[in-house]
């Protein structure tokens, strides 16, 4: 059976930087909405690994809106924090996903593990979880990644998340120095667009 073109797509974010992304990955040909065009609050993310989370999102938006939805779950996992925060990426920075504190508990959680860890290179990654759903129909789900290392202070106005503490593997400019058009030919998400763009 010959699955239909995709001619309209919500994208299932309230995270303005994620849209931003998103919008700009996306196939010319087709519409998009977002979440705030319909006043969609986000649901509950009980998941245990970025997919799971990713598919809660899009089948949530999908039910409520009626349209196919593609949704994201993105994180920063340390190794030398047992891979956190990881899908409680956001949740380190309260209830209001506030980035800046969310970056102060990563260096306090790093000098708990090693004070010196400054002096040296912290290997980290970026993941993204990229899901379609229509309804409750699983059209795909994807993941992509990018490896790299803990910026020993915060650099760059670009970006947002956790975007001026990672420094992309080759690299010597953190993804808030780097320009967004260029970050996003580097990325996890651009990483995980690139296996799912086959479902669009």
Known sequence: MVRKKIKKLLIGTNNKGKLREIKSLLPKKIKFCSTADFNLKSP?????????????????????????CL?????????????????YSARWGGRNSDFNKAIKKVYRELNKVDKNWKRKKIRARFICAL?????NKKIACVQGKVEGFISSEPKGKNGFGYDPI?????????????????????????DAFKKIKKFL
């Open 71 to 87: 949704a994201d779950d993105s994180g920063l996992e340390i190794d030398i924090l047992g891979k956190r925060p990881g899908i």
């Open 166 to 190: 990672f420094i992309p593997l080759n690299k010597t400019k953190t993804f808030s120095e780097i320009k967004s058009s260029q970050k996003y030919k580097i990325d996890h998400r651009y």
């Open 44 to 68: 509950k993310e009980d998941g245990k690994t970025f997919k799971e989370n990713s598919l809660i999102k899009s089948r949530h938006f999908s039910l409520k809106s009626g349209l196919i």
């Open 131 to 135: 899901s379609i759903c229509d309804k």
